[in-house]
């Protein structure tokens, strides 16, 4: 199982985040190999809601998802679309 050490840190430094919250497989050894990774987030009040953001707050909201997306990509090996984002 790989260390979730680097995966914290990259989403602690990651200045759109208010926290993160790993669930799914990963959390209670069931996963396999090839398991994709579910990661709850919450954005900062920076970014907007859900339900009130500018073009702008959606614009890099949607820039930072990706550039997560292919960070945590990179650390599990996994691609981009095996990383799974709720809101």
Known sequence: MLSLEPLRNL?????????????????????VVQSDWDIATRWDKAM??????????????????EN?????????LLPSMAVNYVN
Do not use: D, P
């Open 11 to 31: 989403l602690n430094n990651n200045l759109g985040i208010e926290f993160a919250v790993l669930s799914g497989s990963r959390t209670n050894n069931s996963a």
């Open 68 to 76: 997560m997306n292919k960070w945590i990509s990179l650390f599990t």
């Open 48 to 65: 907007g809601n859900n339900n009130h953001r500018s073009s702008s707050q959606i614009f890099t909201q949607a820039y930072c998802k």
